[in-house]
């Protein structure tokens, strides 16, 4: 703990906590609550860390330390929003922006704003308004008017003495359509400049000189990156892109460098990794920077003002390889110190003190924040993202391959609950949403650890159609829901009983948004294998994802909708039949194990029309399924207490379905 003259809120203590007794539940609670430390930046000297704590009454606030002294200050006291973004502006001042974490999506009524405040309380500005005030105005600008609420934190500057940050503000065309421009912003007066625009950019990249040297634009099937030296030179195309259909070439625009080398992520034998790429030539190198075989490279730089210092990257975990020496040797003693986490370290971008921020987190531990002292070897702890959460009585993730029927290899995690013997348990298949995203990650998992601390085996499998693994495993998913990517999951649950760790009587599928889709497919498909379904926010037909609803309350991409998914998931009128044998309100009939179903009443991504249209047609022939609706909530839980509730409910359900004393409950056919 910190030794100060002031100190952080309780919510942040880290001193040993006494073991509790192994056969006691660990209460849902603990699994389920908001995090108690949220953050920590360093200061770009070293001197001082901006840390995001849960204070009096749960809000988090914004404290600051001042790391020679230990000497903490409390910058915010809100008592009805909570700091969300923070980042240093130069080593006195700070810029951030609000969230509330008391409220789901149905009842957001205001957007983030911008702040910024000195270390010492001075100088408190508002910058950007946290209610809808639309502006429409393009050029060169100079207002001392507070910038709108789309208004977001892009960078801070690269010169040490300023003031300024680089801020997106979306400004909507006559015809409606958005188009980011970039701000200068001067944090202490207010005023604002025009940095860059270009007509529909949705992305930009700065360089680590303040030059915007990257703007993205996209039509609806078309993605182009466009390049300038600086400011006083104009745009020029440096490629474009089929979005949906990529080719040898293309790319994707990863940073800068402090010398002012771009890096960009292409393809590599079937995998993306990291290339410098010269922008006289528009050439990449032959051989890549980076790349992480078997894996696609999607990690981030770590940088100091001078150089790259090292690169961030997943694997099976997380890890960081250093390209300076000293910083190599650091993270060599902070794992020997912590051997059971992975030690992410940030460093001071202009370090004038030894000290180095850690995040220790695994799959067994939600993260730690610590400062390493260079110079001594010293290491404090300042706070737990989740205190209440004993490491020791979690239960580990291992990643596991199996083969598919067909033999493509899927790479999944396995978690077996700690104190049971590994064999013949009560399993369940935890689906990914998405679905065109890398579902599992070896880190500690609110859901997944609740359901092993029950007495669960969980099986996260990133089915054909996942990202992270290469073009030729996220190809293999297109036009495959309810097919060959259904066939993963079941794959993997009898790879499951084939290794002798489930029981293959008492087996779930469970699943959020896509996952949702498939547990309720995965009762369709495999009514002996699977014995109940737990499916909250899911999709109940494609056509009903595309066509919307008549509220029109879908905020899926028109143009995904129009273009993507006719390619990725099923054209609506070449592959109709396909897409009517692969919909489960269609078939609903036919479910007879026990469901639960749960929905939000703000969702726009999958709307409730989803879920009440599919409760309908399954509720006539299945008095096994539970309903809930959680009105304020949009596509998933963001309160605890609707998230303590859904998974009270999925405990009883998996009780009574599968758990030890549950009766053996055959499959359902027609």
Known sequence: MLSTSASLPAYADTSAKPAAQAAT??????FFSNAAFSGAVLSPDGRHLAVLVSAKGGRIQLYTVDLPSMKVNGLTSFEDADIDRIDWVNNQRIVYSVADRNIAQGEVRYGPGLYAINIDGSDYRQLASNTYSPSNTLGSRISQSMLSWNTQLLNTSSDAASDDVFVTETRFSTTGKPSSVILRLNTVTGLSKLAASLNQAQGWLMDKQDEVRIAITSTDTTETIHYRDNAATPWRKLHESDIYHPVKGDFTPAFFDAKGNFYVRASYHGMEALYLYDVKSGTMKDTPLADTPGYDFEGRPVHSNKKLLGLRFETDAGGTIWFDKDLSAVQAKIDTLLPNTINRLSVPLRPETPFVLVLAASDVEPGTALIYNTETGSLMPLGESHPAINSSRMSPKTMVRYQARDGLEIPAYLTLPKGKSGKNLPLVVMVHGGPWVRGGHWNWNRETQFLASRGYAVLEPDYRGSTGYGAAHYKAGWKQWGLKMQDDIADGARWAIAQGYADPQRICIAGA??????????????????????????????NMMRDGHWTGDSDLADSYKKYGMKDMVGDPVADAAQLKATSPIVQAARIRQPLLLGYGGADQRVPISHGRAFHDAVKKNNPQVEWVVYQEEGHGWALPKNNIDFWSRAEKLLARSIGPDAPVIPGARE
Do not use: A, E, H
């Open 25 to 30: 539940p660990i209460p849902i609670g603990d």
């Open 513 to 542: 948004s896509y996952g949702g889709y498939s547990t309720l497919m995965g009762l369709l498909n495999d009514p002996d294998l699977f014995k109940c379904g737990i499916n909250w926010v899911g999709v109940t037909d494609i």
